[in-house]
């Protein structure tokens, strides 16, 4: 773990000091948009239109940001148009890396080993976290995006004219409503669980720990008497919660102690998420022994024998009784 300082490697954990045993989230730095004639976007640059072949993702499949984009990648058809690289699980004292085994690839692109080494290649002064998901466009030779919002955003309306296809996750009906689930997605569970889980004070813990159950439990209503957090529809809201719901009882219940209670343990949330994975294409991008091993391997503060615990037995392929619910339009 570390970041980038004027474009160099540095070797540190994340700063708790200076914020009383918070762990704050850092920005991303590289917010271009791919379009599907070029023009810039909400943020950043132009110039980056919508080209199979043109564009290359870097993730991991221990992370649920980047968790989003392959999920994104897959449900719009756009495995052919947008090549992948997968760092590997263990993320050391070089940050993340490329070891090609056990399901993780060689930088194919930049050939890196590392990739910071990717990062310092699209702006050699960079300073920063060096994060996955990664989105590089080949002809410019740069990163267009490090943030997996906006990544998906792009996926799922820029590629229809260059072999994208599926549903319109974002339609224009739903999304206020699907901005605002996804403030209190965002901030209360997805990073909800490494605000408990990295916090280095109790009351910090303790606070981040008890907003994540509320917020589990507002959602648990809500999905309740609703398929899908906006109703009939399923929506980019409900692959973000995914993400962070798939690793929830294998991971965060342990190793960041969120513990109050398990997704097992919500009869609505547990049956979304059943259903959420067993859609066609997204079991193939779940790879459990990334995640398990990325987490318990990596994060020394936390788990210093790095020891990755043989349970939870997990049947995500178990009826997930949500079709007594509307059914998805
Ligand atoms: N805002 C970013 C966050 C990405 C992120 O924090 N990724 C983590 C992995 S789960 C990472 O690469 N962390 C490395 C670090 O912080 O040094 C996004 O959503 O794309």
């Known amino acids: ?93 070089n940050g993340w890396e490329f070891r090609g ?48 919002a906006e990544i998906i955003r792009m996926f799922n309306s820029a590629f229809a004219e260059v072999g994208g296809k599926g549903p319109d996750f974002y339609p224009e009906d739903l999304r206020e409503e699907i901005d605002d689930i996804n403030a209190l997605v965002y901030d209360k569970i997805n990073n909800g669980v490494y605000k408990a889980g990295f916090a280095t004070k109790q009351d910090a813990y303790e606070e981040h720990v008890t907003e994540l159950f509320d917020a589990l439990d507002t959602v648990e209503r809500r999905l309740t008497s609703n398929r899908y957090l906006t109703g009939d529809r399923l929506t980019e809201a409900d692959w973000r919660l995914f993400t962070t719901l798939v690793r929830f009882d294998p991971v965060y219940v342990g190793h960041f102690k969120c513990n109050i209670r398990r997704i097992a343990d919500y009869p609505a949330l547990s049956g979304y998420l059943r259903e959420l994975y067993q859609m066609p294409g997204i079991a193939g991008t779940v790879n459990m022994e990334h995640i398990k091993r990325h987490y318990y391997g990596s994060h020394d503060t936390i788990n210093p024998t790095g020891i990755v615990p043989v349970g939870p037995e997990l049947d995500l392929d178990a009826p997930h009784g949500r079709d007594r619910l509307a059914k998805a339009a």
């Open 1 to 93: 773990m570390g970041m980038l300082v004027d474009g160099v490697w540095k070797d540190v954990w994340y700063d708790t000091k200076s914020t009383g045993g918070h762990f704050k989230r850092s920005e991303s730095a590289f917010r271009n948009w791919v379009t599907a004639d070029g023009a810039p976007g909400p943020s950043g640059q132009g110039g980056f239109k919508a080209e199979a072949g043109r564009y290359h993702l870097y993730v991991s499949l221990a992370c649920p940001w980047a968790h989003r984009t392959l999920i994104f990648r897959k449900l719009m058809g756009l495995e052919e148009a947008i090549s992948l690289s997968i760092v590997d699980y263990h993320m050391g004292e």
């Open 101 to 148: 085994r056990d399901g993780g690839t060689e930088d194919h692109l930049n050939g890196a080993d590392y990739l910071w080494q990717v990062y310092v290649a699209a702006k050699p002064d960079y300073s920063g976290r060096v994060t996955v998901p990664v989105l590089w466009d080949k002809k410019q030779n740069t990163i267009v995006s490090n943030e997996s």
